[in-house]
């Protein structure tokens, strides 16, 4: 089995809401595997490591794809569960994929991150843009508000001061 073949199997497991992005991330040309140091790994350790990136990311303006849903995954596991990491990076480095599989070989979750201040690769589909206004909306009038005079007309018994004399 190649590396692309390899990345074809892991972007056919790939589920849950941002599957469709990491999945393209994947496929991607660029995209290749890169040094896996820890390629074993249980549920705990992974739960407790995205919990940490879930907090730390978003202050470091590191965007993220599927860490919600990893979250999730783990989380519904026994913390001794094994886990099997695989790693992925884009030719230039500066995006970085995580794919967890369980023993079976059965996909646990993914997540795909950026370097701080960089937006993921545009891989999903746009979204669809907002609609175009009316080309010849009519506009309504502006009102002026005025101020409610609450005690115009009332004598209150007080002498005129300078303002109200007559």
Not at 92 to 102: E, F, K, M, P
Request: hydrophobic letters at 45%; a positive charge; glycine letters at 10%.
């Amino acid at each position: 089995m190649t590396n692309e073949t390899d990345k074809a199997a892991l972007a056919a497991l790939i589920a849950g809401a941002e599957g469709a992005r990491i999945a393209a991330f994947l496929h991607a040309s660029g995209t290749g595997f890169a040094p896996n140091p820890f390629p074993q790994s249980t549920a705990g350790a992974v739960r407790h490591v995205a919990e940490g990136n879930a907090l730390e990311y978003p202050m470091r303006g590191i965007a993220t794809a599927g860490l919600p849903d990893l979250l999730q995954a783990v989380r519904a596991l026994p913390t001794s569960t094994p886990l099997a990491r695989h790693i992925l990076k884009s030719e230039d480095s500066a995006h970085t994929c995580y794919v967890y599989l369980d023993g079976a070989g059965a996909f646990v979750g993914a997540f795909l991150h950026g370097k701080p201040d960089m937006p993921l690769p545009p891989f999903a589909p746009a979204p669809a843009p907002a609609p175009a206004k009316p080309a010849a909306a009519r506009r309504r009038p502006r009102w002026m508000a005025r101020q409610l005079d609450l005690f115009a007309g009332t004598d209150w018994g007080l002498p005129a001061g300078p303002a109200q004399s007559a």
